[in-house]
Structures are given as C-alpha cells and as structure tokens.
C-alpha cells in the first residue's frame, strides 16, 4: 500500500482500517517479541489478569478480538473454552495458524462482526480497541454477539493516576520507545503510531461511561502497573 510519500508503515490518528490493517501485516513475524522487549515483560502479567476476569470454563464460547497471532488466545484454549481468535490483520492470522493450527482463526472487522447475536458467554479485547475507528460501534457489536448474562473484558494501555509516574511514562512513550521499537521490530514507525495512539487514548472512568451508552451493565475497571493498563469489565443483562 502506497501513500505519496512511499510505503506505508504506520497509521495516522484517524485509524482508516486499512492502514492499521497493512501496519499490523508488516510486525507481525516478531510483534509478541516486540511487545515483551518493550512492556518489559509486563504484558505476560497483564495476560494472566485477562485470563483471570474472562474466568472461561470448559464448554462455554469465547471470542477474542484483536487476537492477532493468537497469543491471547491460549489461555482460554487450556479451560476448555472454545475460543474464536478475530483479527482483521490478514498477516497476523497468517502467523498464528503456523503456530496454533488448531485455533479457529476468523477474519473480521470489529465494527461488522462476522457472529449472530447472542453467541457468546464472553468477548474479550487487549491492545486493541483504540487501533478500531469507531470504538463505540466496536462495543455495541461486542454486546450484540454476546449472549445475555455474559460479560466483556477489555485490557488496554491507559492513564496512570500518579501524576509524576503520568510525566515519567509519557516521556519513555514518545521518546524512549520508538527507538527500543528500532532495535527488535521490523517495523518502528508502526511503534510510533501506538504510542500516540496511547496518549489519545480515554481515561479510565470515559472509557467505562462508553461502555455504559453501549448497553453493558455493571461496568467497572481495575488498573494495573499503576494505570498503564487497565481492565475493563461488564456485563450483559439477561
């Protein structure tokens, strides 16, 4: 894909699908090494929380959204759960059914699931809501393929609440980062794109009132790493 300037590596602020799309094509081969190198290992733990408020059990329906390689997917796979991974990143699905053959790897827009109502018992989204254009279709759609008493967690890069830590991290962001992301991605402006897509991102409590307008209940958040992450959770009502 080719914009005046040449390739295109990254996305603009205004995430049109397609350059996200050809932007997560282009990291895929070494994004979950990249997304270690540069979480310092923190995005292990933040996965392990996921799994914990997803709470899947054996037999019931998960879909992951934004699953890319399919990395967050495993967990949900070893309960027993039947987990779905949905991307739109045709590469990143390419990449994950060479590691994980057996996963259902499903293309699909987050704004137009490819899903009937009332699917699933949860849907789940990490790293990946604020790449999606319109978030608030993407949490109607998320509520639609859910089956009434089930939930959805989000897990995405946040504000955190201490102001000095807030200075600190916004400084490694936009000046530490991208060149990190030069040394160990094959593509560093990509990492550019994500940390101001990070910095524009909503705060803990405008994120949660976004949930509510789609419909979810019970909507509350738990920060980790001290508000660099935070995980979402709500509830469809029966």
Same mark, same amino acid.
């Given at each position: ?42 995005? $292990? ?30 967990? !949900? ?6 987990? *779905?991974?949905?991307? =739109? ?5 390419? *990449?994950?059914?060479? $590691? ?14 490819? !899903?009937?109502?009332?699917? !699933?018992?949860?849907?789940?989204? &990490? !790293? ?15 509520? $639609? ?19 000095? =830590? ?17 040394? *160990? ?6 990492? *550019? ?31 980790? &790493? ?11 009502? &029966?």
């Amino acid at each position: 894909m080719y914009c005046n300037n040449g390739p295109v590596t990254r996305a603009s602020l205004d995430k049109q699908p397609h350059e996200v799309a050809s932007m997560f094509d282009d990291v895929a081969e070494r994004y979950d090494l990249t997304n270690d190198v540069l979480s310092l290992g923190q995005d $292990r733990r933040w996965r392990k929380e996921v799994a914990k408020a997803v709470d899947a059990r054996p037999a019931q329906k998960v879909l992951d959204l934004a699953a890319g390689t399919g990395t967050s997917s495993l967990p !949900f796979a070893r309960t027993g759960a039947y987990v *779905v991974p949905c991307d =739109f990143s045709q590469g990143m699905l390419r *990449v994950g059914k060479q $590691r994980q053959p057996w996963l259902p790897y499903t293309a699909g827009d987050a704004t137009r699931l490819p !899903f009937r109502d009332d699917t !699933f018992d949860a849907v789940t989204i &990490s !790293f990946g809501l604020r790449n999606v254009q319109d978030t608030d279709a993407a949490l109607r759609e998320m509520y $639609r393929v859910t089956r009434p008493g089930g939930r959805v967690v989000i897990c995405e890069f946040s504000h955190p609440t201490w102001a000095p =830590f807030r200075t600190v991290y916004t400084e490694y962001l936009m000046r530490a980062l991208p060149p990190v992301a030069r040394a *160990v991605s094959s593509s560093p402006d990509a990492y *550019v794109y994500l940390a101001e897509s990070i910095r524009a991102w909503p705060d803990q409590p405008a994120l949660a009132e976004r949930l509510g307008k789609a419909g979810w209940s019970r909507v509350a958040w738990r920060n980790l &790493s001290g508000g660099i992450v935070a995980l979402h959770r709500g509830f469809k009502d &029966s």
